[in-house]
């Protein structure tokens, strides 16, 4: 598999760790070594694993949380990090998901996540670029 594929695999990941409920699996997706951040639709930046991670427990422990599905993934790489821009579905409307992940120990760890509104219009482009 390519880099992006694995990219892709790690983002596909995160989404279904959440759709589960799965607070191990979604604590194995973040980074350990690197800085961490997170703004969920609403919320201020949370900066750290600790706030990060405290964010996520209190959203997975929650048996009323929306169910996501994520759609139209693009994925960049290029020097050990990876972002991935796509659409998340949740209760009928569609916002914008920004992933930003760090290659540590041979594996894509997330380093960053938000999601906003989009606009209703249709995305400009799909697919994979890699960055030299």
């Keep these: 598999m390519s880099d992006a594929d694995d ?3 790690a983002n596909d990941a ?3 760790a959440f759709t589960r409920g799965d607070m191990p699996a979604m604590d194995a997706l973040w980074s350990s070594q690197a800085t961490v951040t997170c703004i969920h639709p609403g919320w201020d930046v949370l900066i750290g694993r600790g706030a990060v991670m405290a964010s996520w427990a209190a959203i997975l422990a929650n ?3 929306p169910r996501i599905k994520a759609s139209e993934p693009h994925v960049v790489v290029g020097g050990g990090m990876a972002v991935v821009v796509c659409h998340e579905h949740v209760h009928g409307a569609r916002l914008v998901g920004t992933n ?6 041979g594996a894509w760890r997330m380093i960053h996540h938000q999601a906003g ?3 209703d219009a249709e995305p400009t482009s799909d697919g994979t670029d890699t960055v030299h």
């Design 14 to 16: 995160f989404y279904a």
């Design 100 to 105: 930003v992940f760090v290659l540590e120990d």
């Design 63 to 65: 048996s009323g949380r």
């Design 7 to 9: 990219v892709k695999t």
């Design 117 to 119: 509104p989009a606009p």
